[in-house]
């Protein structure tokens, strides 16, 4: 081929033959032996494509419409009908190279074939590189599968910045009673009686005395004191959220040529 593909690439490929006809779709791959590069292809032909008919690739390219072959409809048609069972024998092989008119592959003296595809021991010519839908070898009696998809919601979560909280403080003034308690000096007279046994002298005069009295008052004075601290921490709180989407699936439908649904 002039692009070297891979077997997965390969499957399920339409292929085209050189007048523009689309052949059907490749089924499996067949690897030469030794250099493991694809040499042969089955394409599925018939209703739902369960008739499988070999066709090689040699000289065929790939494109985005699918694989091109060098050989035409009607030789795909009237190939040798061969099971697809994973091995070539010499003698479909020979069937195959003689239908398509191709050289067969010269073999060495002791009988084996050329490095395109090299004999196993038991006599089979050529190995399948078991491809369908991907991988995986195909069984004799298994039928034409095909993938059905569909999406699904893969929720997880991640951390946003949702805001900022700041603690400051500021001053406020209020209106504060205290009661204390004050003290003063008042007067009042105290009486004793004189003797005449004291020997006091007595005359009649004005007098006059002058007592200082006291009294507490309040004072008031201000301090600055710590009374509290304040600090911000976060903690997290686990809530339950229910996330909801649209996706898309696909589903099987099944059709006849004349448009009518089949179960």
């Known amino acids: 081929m002039a692009k070297t593909m891979q077997p997965q690439e390969l499957i399920d490929s339409a292929v085209v033959d050189p ?3 689309k052949l059907g779709k490749v089924g499996n791959v067949y690897l030469a032996d030794a250099t493991r590069q694809p040499e042969w292809i089955t394409v599925k032909t018939g209703l739902f494509g369960t008739k499988e008919s070999f066709v090689p690739l040699s000289g065929a390219h790939a494109d985005r419409d699918g694989v091109h072959v060098r050989v035409d ?23 195959l190279y003689k239908h398509y008119g191709l050289p067969m592959p010269r073999t060495s003296p002791d009988g084996r074939m050329d490095d395109r595809a090299q004999a196993r021991p038991g006599g089979t010519g050529r190995d399948k590189a078991a491809m369908n839908a991907g991988a995986g070898m195909k069984d004799r009696d298994t039928e034409p599968t095909m993938t059905r998809s569909e999406e699904r919601l893969n929720v997880g979560t991640e951390q946003v910045e949702t805001g900022h909280v700041r603690l400051r403080k500021y001053v406020v ?9 004050v003290s003063h000096e008042e007067v009042r007279i105290e009486r004793e009686p004189i003797t005449r046994q004291s020997g006091e002298r007595a005359e009649i005069a004005e007098d006059e005395q002058e007592v200082v009295l006291h009294a507490e008052k309040p004072v008031v004075d201000k301090e600055t004191v710590a009374v509290e601290r304040a600090r911000l921490k976060t903690e997290t709180v686990t809530e339950d959220q229910t996330i909801s989407g649209k996706v898309r699936k696909e589903q099987f439908e099944v ?9």
């Open 255 to 263: 059709t006849d040529d004349e448009g009518k649904h089949r179960k």
């Open 19 to 21: 007048t523009g006809n």
């Open 173 to 181: 003034t209020e209106d504060q009673q205290v009661t204390v308690p």
């Open 73 to 95: 409809k009607d030789a795909v048609t009237d190939a040798p009908r061969i099971e697809a069972d994973g091995h070539l024998s010499a003698e479909e092989s020979a069937q």
